[in-house]
């Protein structure tokens, strides 16, 4: 099986996480969303990431459990 990789360049969003969250139905396993500013980054657990604009990699990488059904992966 042939994947597709994506990587999706924003200019500015919300948080890269909550992208690849909303879009991981359309995105192939290993794409990336990546943007030159967040403006509510999410770190691990309940943390904030705050970043100037394009001083920093906002990015975040799908990685797919292909035995697990995409819609089961969100949390």
């Not at 200019?11 to 359309?26: D, G, L, M």
Request: aromatic share 6%; proline share 3%; glycine share 6%.
């Amino acid at each position: 099986m042939k994947s597709k990789h994506d990587i999706i360049w924003l200019k500015e969003t919300e948080s890269t996480n909550r992208y690849a969250k909303k879009h991981i139905c359309q995105l192939d396993n290993l794409s990336v969303v990546a943007a030159m500013y967040q403006s509510a980054g999410k770190g691990q657990g309940d943390h904030i990431w705050h970043s100037e604009p394009g001083a920093n990699m906002l990015i975040s990488i799908i990685l797919k459990d292909l035995s697990i059904k995409p819609s089961e992966q969100v949390r």
